[in-house]
């Protein structure tokens, strides 16, 4: 089992960036793709950014591409996404999730462990 623990949301004017963190432990987290979804208040969780297990291939929802960079560093066992050009739409809460395989996965149900979750808001 892997525990993913997600930090770095917050309060940011529109144009502006963050950077969100998601630190994981237990069983080999370097092995298995990583990805990052949000929810935002009625809304149905939406995928945003995947990576595969080394890294070398990288997946964005047409929404956030061009804004946002996923990123991973496996000696630190930390996913990353940086977020900017922030719009009030990408307001919602971001998951980090680890995947069933070391493969790029975009779908929920092909996550086996997820984060609690970080709050983005972007004010206008």
């Known amino acids: 089992q892997v525990q993913l623990v997600e930090s770095g949301g917050g309060s940011v004017q529109a144009g502006g960036s963050l950077r969100l963190s998601c630190a994981a432990s237990?069983?080999?987290?370097?092995?298995?793709?990583m990805g990052w979804f949000r929810q935002a208040p009625g809304k149905e969780r939406e995928f945003v950014a995947a990576?595969?297990?080394?890294?070398?291939?990288?997946e964005y929802a047409d929404s956030v591409k061009g804004r946002f960079t996923i990123s991973r560093d496996n000696r630190k066992n930390t996913l990353y996404l940086r977020l900017d050009s922030l719009k009030p739409e990408d307001t919602a809460v971001y998951y980090c999730?680890?995947?069933?395989?070391?493969?790029?996965?975009?779908?929920?149900?092909?996550?086996?462990?997820w984060g609690q979750g970080t709050q983005v808001t972007v004010y206008s």
């Open positions: 990576i595969n297990f080394i890294g070398s291939s990288l």
């Open positions: 999730a680890a995947a069933r395989s070391a493969a790029i996965a975009t779908t929920p149900a092909e996550f086996r462990s």
């Open positions: 237990g069983r080999t987290p370097n092995t298995y793709g």
